[in-house]
């Protein structure tokens, strides 16, 4: 069973960047899907973007389109979430996710992994 590990989160102002990045603890990592999550108070947990495990595909929420890129490097076990141009919209907790599966869907319930989630917080 795979485990994962989000770092990188923290305090933002708007219009600027953070990187997040979630580290699978082995190589079965690199042929699962990843998602990045997010989730505010009282809120469901909402897709952000997802790549394939071969990295080739990648889908973006229409809230992040054109400001985050997802990315992995399978050698490493790595998926990074670069976040721009951010916005106080952006504040939430962010959840890493890996499936089995090579498709990406977008309801937290077909995902089989999940890491503990980093608080990104965007000050106006």
């Known amino acids: 069973q795979v485990q994962l590990v989000e770092s990188g989160g923290g305090l933002a102002q708007a219009g600027g960047s953070l990187a997040l990045f979630c580290v699978g603890s082995d190589r079965t990592f690199g042929e699962q899907a990843v998602a990045w999550f997010r989730q505010v108070p009282g809120g469901e947990r909402e897709f952000v973007a997802g790549i394939t495990r071969s990295g080739v595909t990648t889908h973006y929420s229409d809230h992040v389109k054109g400001r985050f890129s997802i990315s992995r490097d399978n050698d490493k076990n790595t998926v990074t979430l670069q976040m721009a141009h951010l916005k106080p919209e952006d504040t939430a907790v962010y959840y890493c996710?890996?499936?089995?599966?090579?498709?990406?869907?977008?309801?937290?319930?077909?995902?089989?992994?999940w890491g503990q989630g980093t608080q990104v917080a965007v000050s106006s």
């Open positions: 996710a890996s499936r089995v599966n090579w498709m990406l869907p977008l309801v937290p319930e077909m995902y089989d992994y």
